[in-house]
Structure formats: C-alpha cells, structure tokens
C-alpha cells in the first residue's frame, strides 16, 4: 500500500513539474476599435460594387482617423468612379499632410482645369502659391544641408630607398681578391705541373690537378662577382627613383670531373 501511494506521489510530483515547465504564451492583444474599424473600412473599399459616394464616406473616415495615405486612395477611387471634382481638394490634403507637396499642388491644378467657374478659385490659386513657397523652402532647407566630406586617406608612405653601395663595393672586393687568388693557384699548378713533367707521381698528379680546379674556380669567381658589380652599378644609377628591393647575390659553385665553375643570381 505504501509503496502505491508513493508511485502516484512521484506520478503527480512530475505532472506538476511538466506543467510548470511549460512557458505560458501571452495571449494575443484584441485590436483596438480603431483599428477594427480601419480594417473593415478597407474591405468595404475593396468591394467591387462599391459607388463614388461610399468611397468619399470611406475616405473621409480614413482622413478623420489621421490614416491619410487610406484617404488617398479611397478619393482618388471617389474620383474615378465620377464623384464631384472637389474631392481633389481632399486628396491635396491627405497629400499635404504625408509631405508629397508636389502632389497635393498637382491636385489642387487638376480641381480649377476641371472647374472653371470654381467659387474657391482665389482660395486654391493661394493655397498653390503658399505650398509652392513651402515646397522651395523644403529644397532649399536641404541644398543648405552641410556636406561631410570624407577626407581622402593618405597615400601609404613610400618604401625606404635601398643603398646598393655597399653590395657593389663587396663584389668588387670579392672579385679582386679572386682574381689575385687564381692567379695565385693558376702559378702554382704551372710550377706543380712542370714539376710533373720532370718527375711524374700520381700524388704530384692529383695536387696539380686540385690546384687547376681550385684557379679556375676563383677565377669563375672573379669573373661573375666583377660582372655582378657592374651590372648592379649600372642597374641603380638607371633606376634610382623606381629601386624597391634590396640587391641580393647568390653564389652557386659547380664542380665536376671535367668542368668546374661557378653560377650567379643578381636579384633587385
């Protein structure tokens, strides 16, 4: 027995918790009566077989309700439908109070081409002054506007200017030294050679062969550092204004069993 109370306890625990978990959605807000009546207003003026006389009612509530844009339409339907051209006058209104001033002038106009004889005429030729006065104010008002300008935004700073001096200087260096060290090594391999010739060795052999490598090698050196030199003074002198890059100078020496000498890469 106590263990079926428990149950239904724990069974009713979870209803409560599962219904107090549920979010309560507000209830929907009942439109005002103007509202209702605003909406039944505009299925009336949908209706097809609506007169000129309905519509001019409709739109007259419409104005009443400050629904001006409603008002519009509904005259301008009156007007279609054939109703008394006056009822221009109510769409220059329902124009004049939602800010289309050329609208409203346009209307006013058609009212005296379409009457003549109009008893108001002097009225309406004044209105149409006062909102063409009204109009010019609005456009001059606004061409009055400052104008921000947005400041253009400044040129990135040019890059610094890379001195190759010193790059010309150490190949011109460097090839020198090369030069003199060829020629160093090109002497000793004549004097290992005729060295050879008077006693020939295979180690006497391989070290004047060595040393014929090594010359023509620095000799390789000189010649592309001089080069590289050259070009590059030649190159920045030409190009002193448009230079962006730093001169870079890669050395790549090659040696083989029947050929040695040496490859260069001048970047700018």
Same mark, same amino acid.
């Given at each position: 027995?106590?263990?079926?109370?428990?149950?239904?306890?724990?069974?009713? $625990?979870?209803?409560?918790?599962?219904?107090?978990?549920?979010?309560?959605?507000?209830?929907?807000?009942?439109?005002?009566? #103007? %509202?209702?009546?605003?909406?039944?207003?505009?299925?009336?003026?949908?209706?097809?077989?609506?007169?000129?006389?309905?519509? $001019?009612? &409709? *739109?007259?509530?419409?104005?009443?309700?400050?629904? $001006?844009?409603?008002? #519009?339409?509904?005259?301008?339907?009156?007007?279609?439908?054939?109703?008394?051209?006056?009822?221009?006058?109510? &769409? !220059?209104?329902?124009? %004049?109070?939602?800010?289309?001033?050329?609208?409203?002038?346009?209307? /006013?106009?058609?009212?005296?081409?379409?009457?003549?004889?109009?008893?108001?005429?002097?009225?309406?030729?004044?209105? &149409?002054?006062?909102?063409?006065?009204? @109009?010019?104010?609005? !456009?001059?008002?606004?061409?009055? %506007?400052?104008?921000?300008?947005? #400041?253009?935004?400044?040129?990135?700073?040019?890059?610094? =200017?890379?001195?190759?001096?010193?790059? &010309?200087? +150490? /190949?011109?260096?460097?090839?020198?030294?090369?030069?003199?060290?060829?020629?160093?090594? *090109?002497?000793?391999?004549?004097?290992?050679?005729?060295?050879? @010739?008077?006693?020939? +060795?295979?180690?006497?052999?391989?070290?004047? #062969?060595? /040393?014929?490598?090594?010359?023509?090698? +620095?000799? *390789?050196?000189?010649?592309? +550092?001089?080069?590289?030199?050259?070009?590059?003074?030649?190159?920045?002198?030409? @190009?002193?204004?448009?230079?962006?890059?730093?001169?870079?100078?890669?050395?790549?020496?090659?040696?083989?069993?029947?050929?040695?000498?040496?490859?260069? =890469?001048?970047?700018?």
């Amino acid at each position: 027995m106590r263990l079926l109370m428990i149950s239904a306890l724990a069974v009713g $625990y979870t209803g409560v918790a599962s219904a107090q978990a549920e979010p309560v959605q507000p209830a929907p807000a009942e439109p005002s009566a #103007e %509202e209702q009546e605003a909406r039944e207003l505009r299925e009336q003026l949908a209706a097809p077989e609506i007169t000129s006389d309905e519509t $001019y009612r &409709i *739109g007259k509530r419409f104005f009443e309700l400050a629904l $001006y844009e409603d008002s #519009e339409v509904a005259w301008l339907r009156s007007l279609e439908l054939g109703y008394d051209p006056k009822v221009a006058v109510g &769409i !220059a209104e329902s124009r %004049e109070r939602l800010g289309k001033l050329g609208g409203a002038i346009e209307m /006013l106009e058609r009212y005296l081409a379409s009457t003549p004889e109009a008893p108001d005429r002097a009225a309406i030729e004044a209105r &149409i002054a006062e909102l063409h006065k009204a @109009r010019e104010a609005a !456009a001059a008002a606004v061409a009055e %506007e400052p104008v921000v300008e947005e #400041e253009p935004e400044p040129p990135p700073p040019a890059p610094a =200017r890379r001195n190759v001096k010193p790059a &010309i200087w +150490t /190949l011109t260096g460097v090839s020198a030294a090369s030069l003199v060290t060829g020629t160093v090594l *090109g002497i000793l391999a004549l004097a290992e050679q005729d060295d050879y @010739r008077n006693n020939p +060795t295979k180690d006497k052999a391989d070290r004047g #062969e060595r /040393l014929a490598i090594f010359a023509d090698v +620095t000799f *390789g050196v000189a010649v592309v +550092t001089g080069i590289t030199a050259l070009v590059l003074h030649l190159v920045s002198r030409d @190009r002193k204004k448009d230079s962006r890059d730093e001169a870079k100078l890669e050395l790549s020496p090659e040696l083989g069993k029947t050929h040695s000498g040496l490859s260069a =890469r001048l970047r700018f």
